[in-house]
């Protein structure tokens, strides 16, 4: 790769190494340069710039980390779309992280423009969360490198999957010694059902005994019969031996100690054992608090169905430190940072225009063997954007009889004849609340894919500047268009047959554009003159497909 200052007249198809402000626009980072862009350059007095250039040996940041990315997500991992380098993995559902730090760290040996950083092994994820990055150090890889990495990952499996969890129903047996106050019981029950229900379990039993082994071993037996797993045991006195209460119990009961003691502070004092195939837990005292301690490491593994023994324990030494120590801020004392995660985008697909210039609802005419309007909505569902919003009027009826199939969110427009503003207020206030953004789609338009959705969601980074990400090809901007929610009190105050088109220009400084591999972001059909041109094309392009076949068997 070439990189260094060059003159304005070499700088033609080079790609943008640092953003360079001219006059009200800004041209960021990454951009590939354009005729036009060196125009506005010259105009506004730069004469030159840095700049990089790919040769022979290289591959293109977001190629390169696509094919990374596409080795790494495993089991339960989405994996989403390339955007300056850059592509993350996504869990599908809560579970338990399970990461191969060999294979991650043989990957990232490789060749420092090739990095992968993943969350820790074992770490609790919700759906959403992000478990990892792949980054291509600007702008390219060695293609050498890629390769490399592909050899390896390919060798191990895939390095980063998700252990769902699983529902379980749980048993909680709390032992009593005179003057135990009832309180603290409560206190057991209501901790213990806390960690379960966030986790997708429940607590099925609940029995309150003496501290003595005898009793303690039958109520165990009790919640075996009960199909309870796993039981846990709250001490009235904290376990200090294997001989002590609760492990005497257990081996009465017919069970057996696995482990007493982890390395893990808080948590130090678990045991762990096993009754008639089911886990018993001896629960430390820290186990009644809301803070992480080492019964959730324990926990987390069981009911993601993971095997928990000696050995595991043995191994959650290394970040088992988890007491607040002086020299870190407590957490009272600091604003909680938000785990990265997906972004919460919804979709707005709108479909109830007027259609004036067709004659006729151009929705329901067939485009590549389907009511027009099912292109839009199936690209939608098939992205990572969630809900799915389509606003009908203009033909509601007829509208949702095409795309019912495919179960989006309908809502309705009835004041469709006054424009184009009053779908996209349906659409905007049809979203949930804790969407972080909308990707507004027309319905007319049957080349926009989930890959082109999935590319917008990715560039989009409101704290990186990266608010409104728009779709082009070659530079001209077309649509989908995606937008932060900050912009939703303004696009809501639009009126008439407009869009929000202009508040690109009004904030051009968060304006990302997101260039598609083919025309989808320009092709709208309006008119019964494109409606025959596109079925034209399709049917040339077919008969070009089918010849090429036929000349290749």
Not at 123 to 145: D, E, L, S, Y
Not at 251 to 264: I, Q
Request: glycine residues 10%; aromatic residues 4%.
């Amino acid at each position: 790769m070439e990189f260094g200052v060059v003159a304005i007249g070499d700088a033609l198809g080079a790609i943008l190494a640092h953003g360079v402000r001219v006059g009200e626009k800004r041209l960021k980072k990454g951009r590939v340069l354009s005729e036009a862009d060196l125009d506005q350059l010259r105009a506004g007095g730069v004469s030159a710039v840095t700049v990089a250039r790919l040769d022979s040996s290289d591959t293109g940041e977001d190629l390169a980390a696509t094919r990374v990315a596409a080795l790494c997500g495993g089991d339960g991992v989405r994996t989403g779309a390339a955007f300056t380098g850059r592509v993350n993995l996504y869990a599908l559902s809560d579970g338990v992280a399970l990461i191969d730090r060999p294979a991650i760290d043989a990957a990232n040996a490789i060749d420092e423009a090739v990095t992968v950083a993943t969350v820790a092994p074992y770490t609790r994820v919700t759906k959403g969360q992000m478990m990892a990055t792949i980054k291509i150090i600007p702008f390219a890889a060695p293609k050498a490198a890629v390769d490399a990495a592909e050899r390896v990952l390919r060798e191990r499996g895939a390095p980063v999957k998700l252990q769902a969890f699983a529902p379980h129903h749980a048993a909680l047996i709390s032992t009593v010694l005179p003057g135990t106050k009832p309180s603290l019981l409560d206190r057991n029950r209501v901790a213990l059902e806390d960690r379960l229900t966030s986790l997708g379990s429940s607590l099925a039993l609940e029995r309150r005994v003496a501290h003595d082994h005898q009793e303690l071993a039958d109520a165990l037996r009790e919640a075996v019969a009960s199909g309870a797993n796993p039981i846990l045991v709250f001490g009235a006195s904290a376990i200090t031996d294997r001989r002590d209460v609760i492990p005497a119990a257990i081996t009465t009961a017919g069970g057996e100690v696995v482990d007493f003691g982890m390395p893990v502070d808080p948590g130090n004092l678990l045991l762990l054992g096993t009754l008639a195939g089911r886990t018993v837990v001896g629960l430390p005292s820290c186990a009644r608090s809301p803070k992480l301690n080492g019964f959730d490491f324990v926990l987390w593994r069981l009911l993601a169905g993971l095997p928990v023994g000696r050995r595991e324990i043995a191994g959650m030494g290394v970040g088992g430190l988890l007491t607040e120590i002086p020299t870190r801020p407590q957490p009272r004392d600091e604003r909680p940072l938000e785990t990265p995660r997906l972004p919460r985008i919804g979709a707005i697909v709108l479909a109830a225009g007027l259609s004036s210039r067709m004659g006729s609802n151009k929705l329901l005419a067939t485009v590549s063997g389907k009511p027009l309007v099912r292109h839009a909505v199936e690209a939608a569902l098939g992205s990572a954007a969630a809900p799915v919003v389509v606003v009908t009027g203009n033909g509601g009826p007829e509208v949702r009889q095409a795309v019912a199939p495919l179960a989006p969110v309908f809502v309705e427009n009835h004041d469709f004849s006054k424009g184009l503003s009053t779908s996209l207020r349906v659409g905007l206030r049809a979203l949930p609340a804790d969407c972080d953004g909308a990707l507004v789609l027309l319905g007319d338009m049957p080349q926009v894919t989930s890959a082109l959705l999935d590319k917008l969601i990715a560039a989009f980074e409101p704290g990186e500047d990266r608010a409104i990400c728009v779709a082009t090809r070659h530079g001209k901007r077309g649509n989908p268009v995606l937008w932060a929610r900050r912009f939703f009190p303004e696009m809501l105050a639009i009126e008439g047959d407009v869009g929000a088109r202009h508040l690109i220009g009004q904030y051009a400084d968060l304006v990302v554009e997101v260039e598609a591999t083919d025309d989808g972001p320009l092709t709208d059909i309006d008119t019964p003159e494109a409606l025959a041109a596109y079925q034209a094309r399709e049917i040339a392009e077919r008969a070009s497909s089918n010849e090429a076949m036929g000349q290749t068997i």
